[in-house]
């Protein structure tokens, strides 16, 4: 279960962290907050069997370059996968995006111009209204929590995380999604990406959904505690042809949950 992307791209002057696997027809895949790629690691390794299957980290997510003063918001997100895609050769490759994922690659195929063959959606945050208190908490006071103590800091990734999944999070799973966001580094990074959350960049590309210029579907969690399955509901019906499927006894974090879910969908629509 070891998870290292080996490879870098400088994008803005920062180093951004990715790898390839397999060979075949090209799928990218997109994470979300406050997670990496390593929520693709056994659904990646299961779809390299027959696709070319790309992951990266997001700006300042996971093991792509953190620094202060830093632009993690969604803004800056859809202008690195248009550049990665560039980078990588692709034109129009299948894409999985969750969570934050899901608004980067909308945001980079209706502002930027990305062409996908299919998008397979994952609870993504996609509608407003978005945020919950406790991120609206951070950013009104994001320099105190940047500098609670390592004790408090650790208390705070464990409750976040655990509402993530309907599912309990093996201890080694939960600190792997932890580490990224501990330390003097790792700590500031959190509570930036948080500050950072703004609804605006949704509300840019909303009400544009039935411009959509590749099929699409959409899966979520029937017990997602951070955006409720409703939510999926009302996206789906703004999205052209959208089918929705929900997924039962599975929270936010599907990969965890139902990883089988993702790799059956994926095998389903792509092929």
């Not at 800091?153 to 990224?180: M, N, S, W």
Request: charged share 25%.
């Amino acid at each position: 279960m070891k998870w290292n992307l080996v490879r870098t791209f400088e994008f803005e002057g920062q180093s951004i962290a990715y790898d390839r696997l397999g060979a075949g027809p090209p799928i990218v895949m997109v994470h979300g907050t406050p997670f990496s790629s390593f929520v693709w690691r056994a659904i990646a390794r299961e779809l390299s069997r027959r696709f070319e299957v790309f992951v990266y980290d997001l700006v300042g997510y996971g093991q792509s370059e953190k620094r202060d003063g830093q632009d993690v918001s969604l803004g800056i997100q859809n202008r690195l996968l248009a550049a990665l895609l560039r980078f990588w050769s692709l034109e129009r490759p299948d894409v999985i995006a969750h969570d934050f994922g899901g608004a980067t690659a909308l945001r980079a195929h209706l502002l930027d111009g990305c062409e996908y063959r299919r998008l397979l959606l994952i609870d993504p945050v996609a509608i407003r209204p978005w945020g919950s208190p406790f991120v609206h908490h951070v950013r009104r006071f994001e320099e105190a929590f940047a500098g609670v103590p390592d004790y408090i800091q650790e208390a705070i990734l464990t409750a976040y995380l655990r509402g993530a999944a309907h599912k309990p999070l093996p201890d080694f799973v939960r600190q792997a999604y932890a580490a990224p966001w501990t330390g003097p580094i790792g700590q500031a990074a959190f509570y930036r990406q948080i500050a950072q959350m703004d609804q605006r960049y949704t509300d840019e590309i909303q009400d544009r959904y039935g411009n959509l210029r590749c099929p699409t579907r959409l899966l979520w969690g029937a017990e997602d505690g951070w955006i409720p399955v409703e939510r999926g509901r009302e996206l789906a019906a703004l999205l052209p042809g959208c089918r929705l499927t929900e997924i039962p006894g599975c929270g936010h974090l599907m990969q965890e949950d139902a990883p089988e879910a993702i790799v059956a969908s994926a095998l389903e629509f792509f092929e």
